[in-house]
């Protein structure tokens, strides 16, 4: 048997002194720990469904607020944040997506526009559901207005619209389309081209007046002006396109058409005539490098005095309007690709030197 002796300090043993220090500490450490929780719980709010952002270098409240279309108020609130300057790096915000802030959108008549200039950049967590949901939009709204098919097939980076507006281009002549005489409410089966059919209106005309960013964007009941087609000035000036949007033409030699892009936003599609077998236009990425209002143009069986709104890209091929044929849609020039000398004259006043030209099959 091992005699076990403890030896006295101050009227107590050593192992109850170690007995006494340890319940200290035990509950020092208790009392630390449920301060930490309490601070957490009262600093980070937990909230269903919430995306949680991780602020990074050089990210203020407000800035940060700004991206999920919240005021730096509400974004501190939520996240029980008294002074709003005070924000680290790494430290994880809650973004709601519960309905708790108020993120209704604004009324159609309205000059603000949600997020970036009517658009949402795609960031990593993000939800096509919980980004519609954070513009007070439905999924379906939110695909149509994207042309999207699939609710899973966003990127970061992406760029969507959250709007069916953006901000205006500042094109010649700002002029709205004129109201409708007549009201078409969208039936169930029905589609643009189907209405433009049956309207004698064009889908691009029918997108223009609407205000609509793309074909797929009708529903049933939706409610549509159709009326006569605004002219081209009036109707590129009246798309929405971005207004710092890069401009671009498209030629498409297979389909005999011609797309003017401003940023993500065709604002002008329409049929047009390039070379014929013997004389075919060039294919290739080009730029505009000289426009001419009105010039003869003379060749191998022709001579046409006063031919309007000529713009250069290539050598001696151009863009430009014709006035002695009406066959857009098949190839019939010499090499240029002729359109109707109002949309040249829109295109013309649209574009300017420097501006790509792609001319493709």
């Known amino acids: 048997m091992v005699r076990v002796s403890f030896v006295k300090v101050r009227g107590k043993s050593r192992n109850r002194l170690a007995a006494h220090f340890m319940r200290r500490f035990l509950s020092t450490a208790t009392v630390i720990a449920v301060a930490v929780i309490l601070v957490l719980a009262t600093t980070a709010p937990a909230h269903a469904a919430d995306r949680i952002h991780v602020v990074a270098p050089g990210e203020g409240l407000a800035r940060i607020a700004q991206q999920y279309?919240?005021?730096?108020?509400?974004?501190?609130?939520?996240?029980?944040?008294?002074?709003?300057?005070?924000?680290?790096?790494?430290q994880q915000l809650a973004i709601p997506y519960d309905g708790s802030t108020v993120l209704a959108a604004p009324p159609a008549s309205s000059d603000f526009l949600p997020g970036e200039a009517g658009y949402h950049m795609v960031v990593p967590g993000d939800m096509l559901s919980q980004i519609a949901k954070s513009y007070a939009m439905t999924l379906p709204d939110l695909m149509r207005l994207n042309g999207l098919s699939d609710a899973d097939s966003i990127y970061v980076g992406q760029k969507l619209r959250?709007?069916?507006?953006?901000?205006?281009?500042?094109?010649?002549?700002?002029?709205?389309?004129?109201?409708?005489?007549?009201?078409?409410?969208?039936?169930?089966?029905?589609?643009?081209?189907?209405?433009?059919?049956?309207?004698?209106?064009?889908?691009?005309?029918?997108?223009?007046?609407?205000?609509?960013?793309?074909?797929?964007?009708?529903?049933?009941?939706?409610?549509?002006?159709?009326?006569?087609?605004?002219?081209?000035?009036?109707?590129?000036?009246?798309?929405?396109?971005?207004?710092?949007?890069?401009?671009?033409?498209?030629?498409?030699?297979?389909?005999?058409?011609?797309?003017?892009?401003?940023?993500?936003?065709?604002?002008?599609?329409?049929?047009?005539?390039?070379g014929k077998a013997s004389t075919p236009t060039i294919p290739g990425t080009f730029a505009i490098y000289d426009k001419i209002e009105s010039q003869r143009m003379t060749g191998d069986g022709y001579d046409l005095p006063g031919v309007p709104w000529v713009m250069y890209y290539y050598r001696d091929f151009a863009i430009h309007g014709a006035y002695w044929h009406a066959n857009f849609g098949t190839p019939t020039s010499h090499g240029c690709t002729n359109m109707t000398p109002d949309e040249a004259a829109a295109l013309y006043q649209w574009a300017d030197v420097g501006t790509e030209v792609m001319v493709h099959y």
């Open 162 to 274: 959250v709007s069916a507006r953006v901000e205006a281009s500042n094109v010649a002549s700002q002029v709205e389309p004129a109201l409708a005489d007549t009201i078409h409410v969208v039936s169930e089966g029905e589609t643009l081209a189907t209405i433009a059919q049956d309207t004698g209106m064009t889908v691009n005309d029918l997108m223009l007046v609407n205000g609509l960013p793309n074909p797929n964007f009708v529903w049933t009941g939706q409610r549509l002006r159709v009326n006569e087609p605004p002219t081209p000035a009036e109707a590129m000036a009246a798309a929405g396109a971005p207004a710092d949007g890069v401009r671009r033409i498209e030629i498409n030699l297979t389909d005999q058409t011609l797309t003017a892009w401003q940023g993500d936003m065709a604002i002008m599609h329409t049929y047009v005539s390039t």
């Open 69 to 90: 279309n919240l005021s730096m108020s509400q974004l501190a609130a939520y996240n029980g944040i008294t002074d709003p300057d005070r924000v680290l790096i790494g």
